[in-house]
């Protein structure tokens, strides 16, 4: 019996505070009326009622203190002191497990396994340095909204993702992130986060098999209604996306980060500047790309829709045959069809009233044919596993005849060196073995002509802050160069961190490509808006449109100012869509001269140097 007793009393404080009280109350409940029967058997009390005992035992219990102005005989007074005795004794018990229940129940906030409530919320699953451009890109698409949420799961601590959030994101304005401790391929861990309700879920992790095993954990989730899950995952291999396309059902967008990084070092290493334009694009900060339907606009052709916006830069179009950017000039709107513009806001995409393009000054347009494309050299520094991802997109874009001198002295580069030689049709390359970061080895380099120089991070080097800091000595070498020789040449470097290209600011360099920010502002822009990725898409396939920057002087006589609808109207005469302009003398300047959507009516003062910034096929 003894150990029956001790077993069931040991299963029964086993079973949390809840229990524990309800047992203490039932205790004092029992003792109470034991007591109080006592009394009234006896008659101790000098005839008092048994439901008027239970009440004075109540109230000793709770306050030992009043025992002292009892009276009467023995037998009352030492029940009563026995029963404030008890309650001294339970309450003190009662005390300490209401301190461990609330205790407990801290470190398990703290552990972040509570269920998150929440709809039309994002979720994060998983944890690397793109959590902060994530977030940052988030709070400010969301800065519009009162209430907006944003859920991170991953295995790191709560305490410590919340306190890292705290001391990297200053001011979150309208959104609160909502941190939890757990497995992103754990379908428990996932049923805590509301997917059923999310309005997009990011998959952030860094290799292929677990995000591959994350979409299964999720598609595995059932949601309450028919809408598919809103999915956006990184893959880097090329091989694993159709894997993850046949376990989503298509309800994920897919998103090759090593592909999209090469397209865009290929194009910026030639158009000193382009990054500033694709970082804006691909922000929530300043201009971005919406779709709209105008239904006022069925009938007419793309191009007259390019003059109509004051505020607004049209640049391509959304219709039954797809996302199209820059399509032809006479294609026709339908009913249904939607503008692709480049807007502050998506209330900023109005049309006019009467429909009535303004005018422009026809004399000022004077349009020249570009100058044949010349043979370039390029001069890459450093290695790794995008170099030739780079040069194979980089030979879409050369003309026949162009050259490429490859600087490494890692050794994997010699021979992705010998096998990627033979697949080339524009470009010869030539390799040297030395270390990019010797400045004797960097002047020999230079002696030659390289008006355009790719420097790369060292992906394999697992110290992200050595890898970058390998970085920053090759630039400041190269600027120290330039400004001791006079040479001009614009350079594009990959960074790891994005906290180390203000570091890199000093150096003045013309074009940054901070590898893991640029993918994270893709992918914040595709979970708002999944039609962007189709946009992303053309603009990185060298087959479609791209975002050029040419001259100025081929469209417009400079001689006096002109306004951007001037402008507009002779990109639209060579088959292209204006959206911006980069003014030569202030491309040292925050955001390299670059302008984005200005304002069409204001008229601009161009000089020799000057580009605008279009959308077109070559």
């Given amino acids: 019996m003894k150990q029956k007793f001790k077993y069931r009393f040991d299963n029964l404080m086993s079973r949390g505070t809840g229990a524990l009280i309800c ?42 203190s009043i025992v002292c102005g009892d009276t009467g005989c023995l037998l009352f007074m030492l029940a009563m002191l026995a029963i404030a005795l008890c309650g001294i004794f339970i309450f003190s018990i009662l005390i300490g497990l209401l301190t461990n229940g609330i205790s407990s129940k801290l470190d398990a906030l703290k552990q972040g396994h509570s269920r998150v409530i929440e709809s039309n919320h994002t979720v994060i699953l998983g944890w690397s340095n793109q959590i902060f451009t994530f977030l940052d890109e988030l709070i400010e698409a969301n800065s519009n909204h009162k209430n907006a949420c944003v859920v991170i799961l991953s295995t790191m601590d709560k305490a410590e993702m919340d306190e890292t959030i705290r001391h990297r994101i200053a001011d979150s304005k309208t959104t609160r992130i909502v941190t939890r401790n757990g497995s992103p391929l754990d379908l428990d861990d996932l049923k805590l986060l509301s997917l059923q309700t999310a309005h997009a ?31 956006v995952a990184v893959l880097r291999e090329p091989k694993n996306i159709e894997v993850a396309r046949i376990v989503t059902h298509d309800q994920a967008v897919l998103v090759q980060e090593d592909a999209i990084i090469s397209r865009i070092i290929a194009q910026t290493c030639r158009q000193s500047g382009l990054s500033e334009v694709y970082a804006e694009l691909f922000s929530f900060d300043r201009n971005e790309i919406y779709f709209r339907a105008f239904p006022e606009l069925t009938g007419k052709t793309y191009g007259e829709t ?10 391509g179009l959304s219709d039954k045959t797809g996302v199209r950017l820059n399509p032809p000039m006479d294609t026709i709107l339908e009913t249904g069809d939607e503008i692709i513009a480049v807007t502050e806001d998506d209330d900023t995409l109005l049309l006019p009233g ?81 270390d990019v970061t010797n400045r004797k080895i960097l002047d020999s380099l230079l002696e030659a002509d390289f008006p355009h120089i790719i420097l790369l991070s060292d992906l394999a080097q697992p110290d992200i802050q050595k890898a970058d800091a ?92 002109v306004n951007f609808y001037t402008v507009v109207e002779a990109a639209r005469q060579k088959g292209e869509s204006a959206f911006g302009y980069k003014l030569a003398e202030e491309e040292n300047r925050a955001g390299n001269g670059a302008y984005i959507n200005p304002e069409k009516s204001l008229k601009i003062s161009f000089q020799p140097g000057d580009c605008i910034i279009v959308a077109a096929k070559d």
């Fill in 23 to 64: 047992s203490l109350a039932l205790v004092t409940l029992v003792m109470i009326t034991a007591v109080s029967f006592v009394v009234w058997i006896t008659d101790s009390a000098d005839g008092a009622s048994f439901p008027h005992l239970l009440w004075l035992g109540v109230q000793r219990s709770l306050d030992p």
């Fill in 306 to 315: 390019l003059s109509l916006f004051e505020s607004s830069a049209v640049v």
């Fill in 354 to 434: 009467d429909l009535i393009p303004p005018a422009y000054d026809a004399q000022a347009i004077c349009i020249r044919d570009p100058e044949p494309a010349q043979p370039e050299s390029v001069l890459i520094l450093g290695w790794n596993e995008n170099a030739p991802r780079i040069i194979q997109e980089l030979d879409h874009y050369v003309a026949r005849g162009s050259h490429i001198t490859i600087a490494s002295n890692i050794h994997a580069a010699k021979k992705s060196f010998s096998q990627l030689s033979t697949t080339l049709i524009n470009l010869s390359v030539a390799f040297v073995e030395e």
């Fill in 201 to 231: 879920i990011i998959i952030n992790e860094r290799d292929d098999a677990t995000v591959i095993k994350a979409l299964l954990a999720i598609v595995r989730t059932p949601r309450e209604n028919s809408r598919p899950y809103n999915i």
């Fill in 470 to 561: 390998s970085t920053l000595v090759t630039l400041l070498h190269l600027r120290d160069i330039a400004e001791q020789t006079g040479k001009r040449f614009s350079i594009v470097s990959e960074m790891r961190d994005g906290r180390n290209r203000k570091l890199a600011e000093v150096a003045r360099v013309n074009d940054f490509i901070v590898s893991e920010t640029i993918t994270g502002l893709l992918i914040t822009q595709i979970s708002e808006n999944k039609l962007l990725n189709a946009v992303f898409e053309d603009i990185f396939n060298a087959d479609g449109s791209e975002i050029y920057m040419k001259p100025i002087t081929d469209y417009v006589d400079i001689s006096n100012p």
